[in-house]
């Protein structure tokens, strides 16, 4: 990447600026107050998921939203705390230090700088295309596990139990060997908070709803005097206002927490990138993945030094943003403004919300975050997605989520490979389909006639070290069914040739001659006739057998065919057949639905 283009993606004059107008002001303030009044209690809850004081996921809220609104790429995208960061970071950082702790705090600070640096360095590379060799299925399957790890995490505290100790599975089985010492009271204030949350998101989902079921359970706290009665109450958040605060970089605890930084920001891109994206296609805006990646990085870098942890895109609250009418990213720079104020206000009454109030808010939370219906469509019709949701599943409830992430993304860059090297092989052969119009098809799966002489073959994906042994079993298939014949190879559909594909394609000629055969080409895209020239496969094969269109390819291959094995075929497969010696062509084939030339897969 240049100097001028990185000078680009750091410039505080942003394009977005232009967009702003009378209507788009109005709009976005409306959107941010909104955003605002459904932040607060998430706010609070992201940073007990996180293991950290409360005060810090509404520091996240306030400057990791407005850095990455302002630098993002995203016009409605909100970042900010979430619940599978929290998730990651309290996984990291919960064996080095006591959760709530000075010294996790000080961790915590240290560990967002260095997620903020890798992401701005991941994006000021240009790395944000890499982000799309990574399976959709990793983040389904990491955020299932992390929801399971958040409920086991926060059902004692539903229940007025004693916090439980160790991995997802541990913390479940020492709360359900607990259940006959459930407090009452506790279970009850849960209950109401959880209807209270299920009830008004059948309403609206701009209603704030955390903010509603908190006021509810504080005042029925207050009413039957929850805390005299034994129930925990949230301690005071104390200081509301970020301050600047350098994080302590010790090297020797900075070497220990790379793996969890680098799985945290690999998850904050990927959360940030799906969700920009997705929004951008919705609103037909361009989207820029590598100066989303700077925004990312810069939100958590400039965040780590006002006391914020990792943040990253929120899918709840984007969406909610885009729902209320948000035009820019001030929207979102609104938003922080607005908590900032509401924070003043409502800061002295968290003290009475009571602590199983926020646990069954973060149960919802966590429910949420397991998308069903996308992990049935995953297992209805994806055997390797469905491997790589496993994997990133099972990992992440009987190991770590850091480590999780580490697996899905291996496995899903493992799946790519073994797709790319096996592309499509298929013979076709013309047919006329309704309305007269004349196309190719899969002979092998339409039954289709085939010329005896001729087999017109397309690859369907690269030709590279990888494919050429699927692809050279495939040819050799089809010609254990078919017989040896011309072949005409069709590259339309190969996008990479390196030196072993080219090798291939020379093998392949070269076995074509000595069998007293003809061997064509069909490429037409110039990178890679670039790359054949460059290769020798175009002086090897001679102009006459390297054709930009497939007529051009099927004449010469015809013009090759043997007049005496012409003479006594009835089929007319081509049309460039009729210059042959032979009987008149019949009628040609119909097809019963259009079809493409590979049309159900290889064949």
Request: net charge positive; charged share 15%.
């Amino acid at each position: 990447m240049t100097s001028k283009t990185i000078a680009a993606r750091l410039d505080p004059r942003r394009p977005w600026f232009a967009e702003v107008d009378r209507a788009a002001l109005r709009h976005d303030l409306l959107a941010g107050l909104t955003n605002a009044t459904v932040v607060l209690p998430q706010g609070i809850a992201f940073a007990i998921i996180a293991g950290l004081p409360p005060r810090y996921g509404l520091y996240t809220a306030i400057v990791v939203t407005l850095v990455a609104a302002f630098w993002g790429s995203s016009r409605v995208m909100v970042s900010g705390p979430t619940t599978a960061i929290s998730a990651v970071l309290f996984a990291t950082l919960g064996a080095l230090a006591l959760p709530g702790s000075a010294e996790y705090v000080a961790l915590a600070l240290t560990l967002t700088l260095m997620v903020g640096a890798l992401q701005l360095a991941a994006g000021l590379l240009g790395a944000g295309a890499i982000i799309a060799f990574i399976s959709h299925s990793v983040i389904i399957g990491f955020t299932a596990a992390a929801a399971l790890l958040i409920a086991a995490t926060q059902l004692a505290p539903a229940l007025g139990l004693p916090a439980q100790g160790g991995d997802a599975l541990q913390r479940l089985t020492g709360t359900f060997s607990a259940l006959p010492d459930t407090a009452p009271l506790a279970l009850l204030i849960s209950i109401g908070t959880l209807a209270v949350l299920l009830g008004l998101g059948r309403l609206d989902r701009r209603i704030p709803a955390y903010m509603i079921a908190l006021a509810g359970a504080g005042l029925l706290g207050w009413a039957i005097d929850a805390e005299a009665r034994g129930v925990a109450m949230f301690a005071p958040l104390g200081m509301i206002t970020p301050a600047f605060r350098a994080p302590d970089l010790d090297p020797a605890m900075v070497m220990t927490m790379i793996p969890g930084a680098v799985a945290i920001a690999f998850v904050g891109l990927l959360e940030a990138i799906s969700i920009g994206r997705a929004f951008a296609i919705r609103r037909e805006e361009r989207y820029d993945a590598d100066q989303e990646m700077v925004g990312q990085g810069l939100s958590n870098m400039i965040g780590s030094l006002f006391q914020c942890y990792a943040g990253s895109g929120s899918f709840t609250r984007s969406g909610l943003n885009a729902e209320s009418g948000a035009r820019t990213p001030l929207a979102a720079i609104f938003a922080a403004g607005f908590l900032l104020v509401l924070l003043v206000l409502v800061a002295p009454l968290v003290r009475y919300i009571p602590v199983p109030a926020m646990a069954a808010i973060i149960l919802h939370v966590a429910w949420r975050l397991v998308d069903l219906a996308e992990i049935r469509h995953i297992i209805a019709t994806s055997r390797s997605e469905t491997v790589i949701l496993l994997a990133t599943f099972g990992t992440g409830v009987i190991s770590e989520l850091t480590f999780a992430i580490m697996v899905g993304a291996f496995a899903s860059l493992a799946a790519f490979l073994y797709q790319s090297a096996r592309p499509i092989v298929a013979v076709g052969a013309p047919v006329t389909e309704p309305g007269g119009r004349r196309a190719f098809a899969n002979a092998h799966l339409r039954g289709l006639d085939q010329c005896p002489q001729i087999s017109m073959t397309r690859l369907e994906g690269p030709l590279f070290f990888a494919s050429v042994e699927h692809v050279e079993r495939e040819l050799r298939r089809i010609d254990a069914r078919d017989g040896a014949k011309t072949r005409i190879l069709s590259l339309k559909g190969t996008g990479k040739i390196d030196l072993a594909g080219a090798d291939f394609i020379l093998k392949e000629a070269r076995r074509a001659r000595r069998m007293g055969l003809g061997f064509l080409l069909i490429a037409a895209n110039p990178e890679i006739i670039d790359v054949l020239r460059r290769l020798g496969v175009l002086d090897a094969l001679g102009a006459r057998n390297v054709h930009a269109h497939k007529s051009d390819a099927i004449r010469e291959a015809v013009a090759q065919a043997r007049d005496t094995v012409c003479a006594r075929c009835s089929l007319r497969v081509y049309h460039e057949c009729a210059g042959k010696p032979g009987p008149p062509a019949p009628r040609a084939a119909t097809a019963r639905a259009p079809a493409s030339f590979v049309q159900g897969g290889t064949s």
